[in-house]
T-cell receptor, first 111, second 117 residues
Framework: DAKTTQPPSMDCAEGRAANLPCNHS???????VYWYRQIHSQGPQYIIH???NNETNEMASLIITEDRKSSTLILPHATLRDTAVYYC????????????FGAGTTVTVRA | GAVVSQHPSWVICKSGTSVKIECRSL??????MFWYRQFPKQSLMLMAT?????????EQGVEKDKFLINHASLTLSTLTVTSAHPEDSSFYIC?????????????FGPGTRLTVL
């Protein structure tokens, strides 16, 4: 699976949109972009995933560039409960396909 | 939907004893489950992939005789840490793969914190 690069940390203000970047320049055509987050001492939580189209659900929006070499996770109105480590993972589809977790981005939402 | 539970949420045991951790998918059937380990201030490391009714596939460096995995049904996988030692103290997390359309998304349990004295 392709590797991803994320900034180690970022701060954002409560109530504002949080834009989390991820680079995956070696992504191949059949690889999806997944986002998870891990709040301290909990298991990771699935947020969203996409292949090439932009995606939106009740938690976030995922914007994937046309060349698919990078993506941005958008939390539209960050709250204090969104403070977590966010992981961007590129993965080939299938039940047996593993998730390789990098260091992620530590997002701190401040009041 | 897509809820995964783990039991126990935390356990303290003496060195040399064995500990069993259960992972259940509560509202879906999971043909594949995964076990991860996370040490303090580190990311998750995959230990093994478990398919229902077959032997688990372990990642390089993970001792299969020490970390016994059983995936007896489509909703239950267990991890047994045999002859636990203090260096096995860690946060153990399972995930279950749920198929939906053309995608298969992993959903994670809340984790089990193991402390070996």
């Amino acid at each position: 699976d392709a590797k991803t690069t994320q900034p180690p940390s970022m701060d954002c203000a409560e109530g504002r949109a949080a834009n989390l970047p991820c680079n995956h320049s070696t992504i191949s055509g059949n690889e999806y972009v997944y986002w998870y987050r891990q709040i301290h001492s909990q298991g990771p939580q699935y947020i969203i995933h996409g292949l090439k189209n932009n995606e939106t659900n009740e938690m976030a929006s995922l914007i994937i560039t046309e060349d698919r070499k990078s993506s941005t996770l958008i939390l539209p109105h960050a709250t204090l409960r969104d403070t977590a480590v966010y992981y961007c993972i590129v993965r080939t589809q299938g039940n047996d396909y593993k998730l390789s977790f990098g260091a992620g981005t530590t997002v701190t939402v401040r009041a | 939907g897509a809820v995964v539970s783990q039991h126990p949420s935390w356990v303290i045991c003496k060195s040399g004893t064995s500990v069993k951790i259960e992972c259940r998918s509560l509202d879906f059937q999971a043909t594949t489950m995964f076990w991860y380990r996370q040490f303090p201030k580190q990311s998750l490391m995959l230990m093994a992939t478990s398919n229902e009714g077959s032997k688990a596939t372990y990642e390089q460096g993970v001792e299969k005789d020490k970390f016994l995995i059983n995936h007896a049904s489509l909703t239950l996988s267990t991890l047994t840490v045999t002859s636990a030692h203090p260096e096995d103290s860690s946060f153990y997390i399972c995930s279950a793969s749920r198929r939906g359309g053309s995608s298969a998304t992993q959903y994670f349990g809340p984790g089990t914190r193991l402390t070996v004295l």
